[in-house]
């Protein structure tokens, strides 16, 4: 996979000069969602509802060196199980030919 584009809201860590240095030097077109719009940024947002939802609060931790290392296999269920029904009932891992090709 590879990144061509990055679209991130305004927040001051996406606006540093360090950011933006390493994008360009990946040869990454950074675009940033308008102010104040934040259906703009819709996708991102539900992905963070579904995430807290889904492994944040979904188990009672003991701690948060547990929180952590959950999310690791939670992010693998997420991109290459669970179903979407935004890409038609299909993990996203299958939106990525040469992964399912490698699966098989």
């Not at 259906?39 to 992905?47: I, L, P, Q, V, Y």
Request: proline fraction near 7%; aromatic fraction near 10%.
């Amino acid at each position: 996979v590879s990144v061509r584009r990055l679209m991130t809201d305004n927040g001051p860590a996406y606006r540093s000069g360090l950011f933006n240095r390493i994008l360009t030097a990946k040869g990454i077109k950074h675009v940033y969602t308008r102010p104040y719009t934040p259906r703009t940024n819709g996708k991102a947002e539900r992905f963070i509802q579904t995430m807290l939802r889904e492994w944040a609060y979904a188990v009672p931790y003991a701690n948060s060196v547990t929180r952590h290392w959950a999310l690791a296999n939670w992010v693998n269920h997420y991109n290459r199980e669970r179903r979407h029904g935004s890409i038609g009932n299909l993990p996203p891992v299958s939106r990525i030919p040469k992964l399912c090709e490698q699966r098989a």
